[in-house]
């Protein structure tokens, strides 16, 4: 069983600092590009960051020198690194894989369950 976890949300005032993680779990050999998007309440789901395993980033352009994401394959992990955080950031933050090859084959379009962000003073 392949499972996305994500870790690190919570409430933060502007300007403040929070770092997501998000751990693959199961029996995965490989793991292609790894991204977090996020969902505010009434919204569409929208792409944060992206990171593929060549370690090419790309950012939306709202967080694009606030935010950094970063990847260990070792740990089969991916992070995000988000500073001078607004009250436009508070979202349920997500997870996603493109795509694994795991022991029961290959496996596209996995997401962690969320976590949720909250920027408020």
């Known amino acids: 069983q392949v499972q996305l976890v994500e870790s690190g949300g919570g409430l933060v005032q502007p300007g403040g600092s929070l770092r997501l993680s998000c751990a693959a779990s199961?029996?995965?050999?490989?793991?292609?590009?790894m991204g977090w998007y996020r969902q505010a309440p009434g919204e569409q789901r929208e792409l944060v960051a992206t990171i593929t395993n060549g370690d090419y980033r790309n950012y939306a352009d709202s967080v694009k020198g606030r935010f950094t994401i970063s990847r260990d394959n070792a740990k089969k992990a991916v992070y995000l690194q988000m500073n001078s955080l607004e009250p436009e950031d508070t979202a349920v933050y997500y997870c996603?894989?493109?795509?694994?090859?795991?022991?029961?084959?290959?496996?596209?379009?996995?997401w962690g369950q969320g976590t949720q962000v909250t920027v408020s003073s």
């Open positions: 199961g029996n995965i050999f490989t793991i292609g590009t």
């Open positions: 996603n894989v493109d795509r694994l090859t795991t022991g029961r084959g290959p496996m596209f379009d996995r």
